[in-house]
């Protein structure tokens, strides 16, 4: 399973940063963060008929409180009156950025700050925007400049820590957000990202007390239940890692990761009805996610609702026709359902489109022992010990049929290796192995002696 981008915006606040600017809180999701937007000047156009300073004013206001339809005339008439205004073309760039006109935001910014060069407003704009465009290096370059500008500009500061961590310079990174200009910005993403960073490190501890120090500072933070939750699977510790990814499925359902990632760990440990709920809930909500429709199957499967599981499997197929995944889920279940040539049909293409899929191999090879065809089961669950020769299972179908073909001293040491992994199974299982989820799925009868 994979993990999914993490977003969050930053609060609204209201600072000066010289004496004749100030600041308009603008929410903007880049690399996790939202910065400000301020004037980098603000002087009253002479001349020709009226106020510049007053009409940047009010166009500020409506674009503090969203109403951009209301702001553009102004700023276009402030444009007008004053072509060289940098004030002006800062806000009509925060406008476009707004409108997701990233290209014409851009070209405002640079005319903004070629009008006035020591533009701190204007740099800082850029650089979010060069940041979420994923032209990192370019953003890096533009916030240094502006910290050469203003020393200790918090958003500046914050954001060139994020432009950087984006760029896997991780030290770098952690020295500009557990500083006191990044914290004063947004404590609850930098202590976020510094234990993203410890946990790169390999210090899940102190990841956990960064993350945990966010939480307080923000109780529903979705990000970060998930990288604690993540933290603890990584750890094989099921239990817990199925709490935190339930807390940031409840705190953000919009994210179909944390749909897989909590019902993949309520699987692991078993609670398959309970797993189904969540897949079910899922795949409603995302109808087209082939993935969840395919979890949604093998849940299913583990409740052992196999007519369930192959409506869901065959749904997540129509969606993705290929997936080698779903075809040898949909074998097994087929199988199960009693319908043997289907099934093989199903394995074997399974087999085909994946020669390393171990699941393929495994059930093609039981569905073979089932129908007593021994000699055709032997190289398919040989290829099977091949890719995985410390599952239980493919020792204990390779025993049936050595046994069955009269081959004693090979069929000995099949079973006799199987009872030493299985006992070895049973051992990870009570520790928390952390096994795939497939692999937490229930044995079908007759996998194992009784």
């Known amino acids: 399973m994979r993990n999914t981008e993490c977003g969050m915006m930053n609060?609204?606040?209201?600072?000066?940063?010289?004496?004749?600017?100030?600041?308009?809180?603008?929410?903007?999701?880049?690399?996790?963060?939202?910065?400000n937007f301020s004037f980098a000047s603000t002087r009253p156009a002479q001349g020709r008929g009226g106020d510049g300073?007053?009409?940047?004013?009010?166009?500020?206001?409506?674009?503090?409180?969203?109403?951009?339809?209301?702001?553009?005339?102004?700023?276009?008439?402030?444009?007008?009156?004053?072509?060289?205004?940098?004030?002006?073309?800062?806000?009509?760039?925060?406008?476009?950025?707004r409108r997701g006109r990233f290209r014409e935001a851009e070209a405002a910014y640079r005319e903004a700050i070629r009008l006035l060069p020591r533009a701190v407003s204007a740099r800082a704009n850029l650089g979010v925007l060069l940041a979420r465009a994923g032209?990192?290096?370019?953003?890096?370059?533009?916030?240094?400049?502006?910290?050469?500008?203003?020393?200790?500009?918090?958003?500046?500061?914050?954001?060139?820590?994020?432009?950087?961590?984006?760029?896997?310079?991780?030290?770098?990174?952690?020295?500009?957000?557990?500083?006191?200009?990044?914290?004063?910005?947004?404590?609850?993403?930098?202590?976020?990202?510094?234990?993203?960073?410890?946990?790169?490190?390999?210090?899940?501890e102190e990841a956990a007390s960064y993350w945990q120090r966010a939480l307080e500072l923000r109780p529903r933070y979705p990000e970060v239940n998930f990288a604690l939750a993540e933290e603890l699977r990584r750890q094989r510790r099921h239990e817990g890692a199925a709490e935190f990814y339930g807390r940031a499925l409840e705190q953000d359902p919009s994210k179909p990761v944390y749909h897989v990632r909590l019902g993949g760990a309520l699987m692991l440990l078993s609670r398959y009805d309970r797993a189904l709920e969540v897949f079910r809930r899922a795949a409603e909500r995302?109808?087209?996610?082939?993935?969840?429709?395919y979890f949604e199957g093998i849940a299913a499967r583990g409740t052992g609702a196999y007519q369930e599981a192959e409506a869901a499997l065959r749904r997540s197929l129509a969606l993705r026709p290929e997936s080698v995944d779903a075809t040898a889920q949909l074998g097994f279940v087929v199988g199960e359902l009693g319908r043997t040539e289907e099934a093989e049909g199903l394995l074997r293409r399974a087999v085909a489109l994946d020669a390393r899929h171990f699941y393929a191999h495994l059930d093609l090879g039981r569905?073979?022992?089932?129908?007593?065809?021994?000699?055709?089961?032997?190289?398919?669950?040989?290829?099977?010990?091949?890719?995985?020769?410390?599952?239980?299972g493919v020792r204990y179908q390779l025993f049936i049929a050595l046994s069955r073909l009269r081959r004693k001293e090979e069929a000995e040491r099949e079973l006799s290796?199987?009872?030493?992994?299985?006992?070895?199974?049973?051992?990870?299982?009570?520790?928390?192995?952390?096994?795939?989820?497939?692999?937490?799925?229930?044995?079908?009868?007759?996998?194992?002696?009784?």
């Not at 609060?11 to 910065?35: D, G, N, R, T, W």
């Not at 995302?286 to 429709?293: G, H, K, N, Q, V």
């Not at 030493?420 to 007759?446: F, M, S």
């Open 367 to 392: 569905l073979l022992v089932r129908a007593r065809r021994f000699e055709e089961a032997l190289p398919v669950l040989r290829a099977a010990a091949e890719l995985r020769g410390r599952d239980p």
């Open 135 to 204: 032209r990192a290096a370019e953003a890096v370059a533009v916030f240094e400049e502006v910290l050469r500008l203003a020393p200790g500009h918090p958003p500046a500061t914050f954001n060139l820590g994020l432009a950087l961590y984006s760029l896997g310079r991780h030290e770098e990174a952690a020295a500009l957000l557990e500083s006191p200009p990044a914290l004063a910005q947004n404590a609850p993403e930098a202590l976020y990202h510094l234990g993203l960073i410890a946990a790169a490190r390999g210090r899940a």
């Open 286 to 293: 995302f109808p087209d996610s082939a993935e969840l429709r």
């Open 417 to 450: 290796l199987f009872k030493r992994l299985e006992e070895e199974r049973k051992a990870r299982r009570g520790a928390d192995d952390g096994e795939q989820v497939e692999d937490a799925l229930p044995r079908p009868e007759g996998a194992e002696p009784g």
């Open 11 to 35: 609060k609204k606040q209201l600072a000066f940063i010289h004496h004749s600017s100030f600041i308009i809180p603008h929410l903007l999701l880049i690399l996790s963060v939202a910065v």
């Open 53 to 97: 300073a007053v009409l940047l004013r009010e166009a500020a206001a409506l674009l503090q409180a969203g109403r951009l339809d209301e702001a553009e005339p102004l700023l276009r008439r402030a444009l007008a009156r004053n072509p060289s205004s940098a004030d002006a073309h800062n806000l009509f760039g925060v406008l476009q950025d």
